[in-house]
């Protein structure tokens, strides 16, 4: 079974652009969620989605959204870039975001200029 | 909301020492207590969870103790070796029937280095 599968891994953006990154949840998973993780801050939680409903969010601006699809792909979005955004950005599924196990994908390195 | 402490920030051993790192959360609603090695570059991965029905849990040469009345949950690792050294992150949830879907609450990290 696949894993968790996330695009772009590596991106380099211009301060004021916008990013939009993509994650394929593990097959059968209908909870996909996204971290941030910087070395300041560490692993923080961004938004779960489970069935296109985004269910949970975390302390973090509006530029950061998301959506998921039908198929339980999932996009994150973040408008406007600062500097700050940079950041390993973590997608994560598991099948009902519950309580149950909680795999990630290997990452979007985005990097702000 | 939840807050998790994780102690040491940077633990050093030598191989075939124990390894153990400690964390404390602050909601006593959460019971799903989970524990990640994440590898230069690569990605968290799960090595052992534990649920607060359940003080203690092994595998192999890893294992997690839980208390829920001090909100602490601990991992050990025994029998060290090179390919242990990893930064390794505590979390935790409220698990099943609670209302932080997939929301883990994560520790600042212990770097775990194993001298050969």
């Known amino acids: 079974k696949a894993g968790v599968t996330q695009t772009p891994r590596y991106l380099i953006k211009t301060r004021g652009q916008q990013v939009t990154l993509s994650c394929s949840p593990i097959?059968?998973?209908?909870?996909v969620s996204w971290y941030q993780q910087t070395p300041g801050q560490g692993l923080q939680f961004l938004f779960e989605?489970?069935?296109?409903?985004?269910?949970n969010k975390g302390n973090f601006p509006g530029r950061f959204s998301g959506r998921q699809f039908s198929n339980s792909r999932s996009e994150m979005n973040v408008s406007t870039l600062e500097l700050g955004d940079s950041a390993l950005y973590l997608c994560?599924?598991?099948?009902?975001?519950?309580?149950?196990?909680?795999?990630f994908g290997e990452g979007s390195w985005l990097t702000v200029v | 909301g939840e807050n998790v402490e994780q102690h040491p920030s940077t633990l050093s051993v030598q191989e075939g020492d124990s390894a153990v790192i400690k964390c404390t959360y602050s909601?006593?609603?959460?019971?799903?207590f989970p524990w990640y090695k994440q590898e230069l570059g690569k990605r968290p991965q799960l090595i052992i969870d534990i649920r607060s029905n359940v003080g203690e849990k092994k595998d192999q040469r890893i294992a997690v103790t839980l208390n829920k009345t001090a909100k602490h949950f601990s991992l050990h690792i025994t029998e060290t070796q090179p390919e242990d050294s990893a930064v390794y992150f505590c979390a935790a949830s409220e698990g099943n029937g609670g209302t932080s879907y997939g929301k883990l609450t994560f520790g600042q990290g212990t770097i775990l280095t194993v001298h050969p």
């Open positions: 989605y489970f069935s296109e409903t985004q269910r």
């Open positions: 097959s059968g998973h209908r909870s």
């Open positions: 909601d006593s609603a959460s019971n799903y």
């Open positions: 994560a599924s598991s099948v009902q975001g519950d309580g149950n196990t909680i795999y």
